[in-house]
């Protein structure tokens, strides 16, 4: 990764497995603009991830973040999902729902 400015980083990445002779390709970047942190990511030829990654982060305090993404496989499947997470004093809580209507959520308490 390199700061192109102070608020946009890009960069590539390749990995060369000689066993089977693949290469893979990935590129990424991020922009942070005040609270939002916006990242995308592109692997052309990986079967095992995703073809193109859209994202944004926030964070809108000390104690709460949120985030949304969208998927497309390698197949052009496309997915969604959002989520979020908030900390409090004994633990955190966190929340996602993905377009597959799947829910999911967390609860961690912090032993100190």
């Not at 990995?15 to 942070?32: C, D, R, S």
């Not at 991830?49 to 985030?67: C, M, N, P, Q, T």
């Not at 004994?90 to 308490?109: A, M």
Request: charged residues 20%.
């Amino acid at each position: 990764m390199h700061a192109i400015t102070p608020n946009l980083t890009l960069g590539a990445n390749v990995t060369h497995i000689v066993q089977n002779g693949m290469k893979m390709w990935a590129f990424l970047g991020t922009y942070q603009m005040k609270k939002l942190k916006f990242f995308a990511q592109y692997n052309p030829g990986s079967p095992q991830a995703d073809k193109i990654l859209f994202g944004v982060h926030g964070r809108h305090g000390k104690r709460l973040e949120s985030f949304a993404e969208i998927k497309i496989d390698q197949s052009d499947k496309t997915e969604t999902s959002i989520g979020f997470k908030t900390k409090f004093v004994g633990g955190e809580i966190g929340g996602t729902i993905n377009s597959s209507g799947v829910v999911e959520s967390q609860y961690r308490k912090f032993v100190g």
